[in-house]
């Protein structure tokens, strides 16, 4: 079992930025790609982004491109979203999730754009962006 802990939301302005982290414990972190999920208030989860186990890949949902930045540091067991620019549209609880498979080929990145592809799931945080 992984446990995956969020951190860093809270009530942000239009145009402003936050950095969300999310610490993994229970499983060798670096051989796992992970990913980053929202949920707003009545909508269905929507991806945001994923990065491949070594780092070196990252996919992100359209509405997020060019203005979030997924990275990670597998020596803090640590994934983190840079998210700039952000829009009220952007308010949601923010979710971290690690791969079920262990080192998913970059090839096979696209998958991880599905829930059911992610084995465990962090508690979420909650991003309020104000107009």
């Known amino acids: 079992q992984v446990q995956l802990v969020e951190s860093g939301g809270g009530l942000v302005q239009a145009g402003g930025s936050v950095r969300l982290s999310c610490a993994a414990s229970?499983?060798?972190?670096?051989?796992?790609?992970m990913g980053w999920f929202r949920q707003a208030p009545g909508k269905e989860r929507e991806f945001v982004a994923a990065i491949s186990w070594g780092g070196g890949i990252t996919t992100y949902g359209d509405s997020v491109k060019g203005r979030f930045t997924i990275s990670r540091d597998n020596a803090k067991n640590t994934v983190y979203l840079q998210m700039n620019s952000l829009k009220p549209e952007d308010t949601a609880v923010y979710y971290c999730?690690?791969?079920?498979?262990?080192?998913?080929?970059?090839?096979?990145?696209?998958?991880?754009?599905?829930?059911?592809?992610?084995?465990?799931w962090g508690q979420g945080t909650q991003v309020t962006v104000s107009s």
């Open positions: 229970g499983r060798t972190f670096s051989s796992y790609a």
């Open positions: 999730a690690v791969d079920s498979r262990y080192r998913r080929s970059v090839t096979k990145m696209f998958e991880l754009l599905r829930p059911n592809e992610y084995d465990n």
